[in-house]
């Protein structure tokens, strides 16, 4: 949908320019909230919005099985809208249902760097040892 591919395109502008700030959330005590039953998340981020609202980025692994009866791994990154003042799901984008899957896993890394400072501390490595 394209309103779908349009939002996304909103929250990597958002973090990109600093006006969306993303935090870790703890997997552990929100398990089975915003994602899927068998979905196991390695690693989520939220973002609250005005009305209390949070969107959450994360990446997850299922295990399944093809009809051979071989067990196989699939990724991937979803975009969770949940209920105010939770984070019980309201409505999910997966990359699977955009027209460029890539976009939700180039968000997820550019939230995954802005959340660990990275940049802060690749700065202070190459000034320290560069200049």
Do not use: C
């Not at 899927?36 to 690693?43: A, F, L, Q, R, T």
């Not at 051979?68 to 949940?82: K, L, P, Q």
């Not at 460029?100 to 939230?111: A, D, V």
């Amino acid at each position: 949908m394209a309103k779908d591919k349009v939002f996304v395109e909103a929250l990597h502008q958002g973090t990109t320019n600093g006006e969306i700030q993303w935090k870790e959330l703890n997997i552990s005590f929100y398990k089975g909230y915003f994602s899927d039953p068998g979905e196991s998340v390695e690693i989520a981020f939220f973002y609250e919005g005005e009305n209390k609202e949070k969107i959450v980025v994360y990446r997850s692994k299922m295990y399944l099985t093809d009809e051979y009866g071989d067990e196989y791994e699939r990724s991937n990154v979803h975009v969770a809208i949940t209920k105010p003042h939770s984070f019980k799901q309201a409505f999910k984008i997966s990359d699977s249902d955009l027209d460029n899957p890539s976009s939700l896993w180039t968000l997820i890394k550019i939230i995954q760097r802005q959340a660990s400072r990275a940049d802060d501390i690749m700065d202070s490595i190459i000034n320290k040892f560069l200049e």
